[in-house]
């Protein structure tokens, strides 16, 4: 398990952090304090993924941004709730954009289809993924302290542990994500 978190464990940051990530660089920083990856190499990947993701998104909403909102469901049921969000913090947004889980790709896409300068987007987009980085990853080192603190030999433990703080992980995204769509319907029904 060791050698395949070690090979492959960077491209994952790297993809998840493309996508949405708080997952995967979690982990990365959970398994930096086990000993399987450094992490300022996750903090690097994090940083490479989520901006890359972020200019991706951005470049798409620029270029095609009106049809992938029309074509799309999943986009358009989020498009109110995006719209609050830009109409409320107005630029702001573009730095707190990586925060928002669950309508990153949306907001950002929306934010393509704006009239906004390329080298605001970039200046606050290279602020916000090295800022969301930084965090994140040193709360994946934080709580991989606690999995030390309460396993003194984690290499006698490793099969267990490394599922199980995936799986914590991961029940802790998914329910984090039910909460906001419960908000969303909430706030916007069942539209």
């Known amino acids: 398990m060791e050698s395949y978190i070690a090979k492959y464990g960077y491209i994952g940051v790297f993809i998840g952090t493309f996508l949405e990530g708080e997952t995967t660089v979690l982990l990365g920083g959970i398994f930096s304090k086990l000993g399987y990856m450094s992490i300022w190499t996750v903090m690097l990947y994090a940083f490479a993924g989520t901006f890359a993701g972020d200019c991706t998104f951005f470049a798409i909403g620029r270029f095609f941004g009106k049809n992938i909102i029309e ?31 669950g309508i990153r790709a949306v907001i950002l896409i929306l934010l393509g289809c704006t009239n906004l300068k390329m080298s605001k987007f970039l200046t606050f987009s290279i602020l916000n993924s090295i800022t969301w980085s930084i965090l994140i990853s040193f709360i994946g080192f934080a709580f991989g302290q606690v999995v030390l ?43």
């Open 149 to 191: 603190v309460f396993v003194s030999d984690i290499k006698r433990y490793e099969s267990i542990i490394v599922p199980a703080v995936l799986v914590l992980v991961i029940v802790l995204i998914l329910i984090y994500r039910h909460i906001v769509k419960e908000k969303e319907k909430k706030a916007y029904g069942n539209e």
């Open 71 to 101: 074509r799309f469901d999943f986009i358009r049921k989020r498009v109110p709730l995006a719209n609050k969000v830009i109409r409320k913090y107005g630029n702001f947004i573009i730095f707190i954009i990586r925060f928002l889980v």
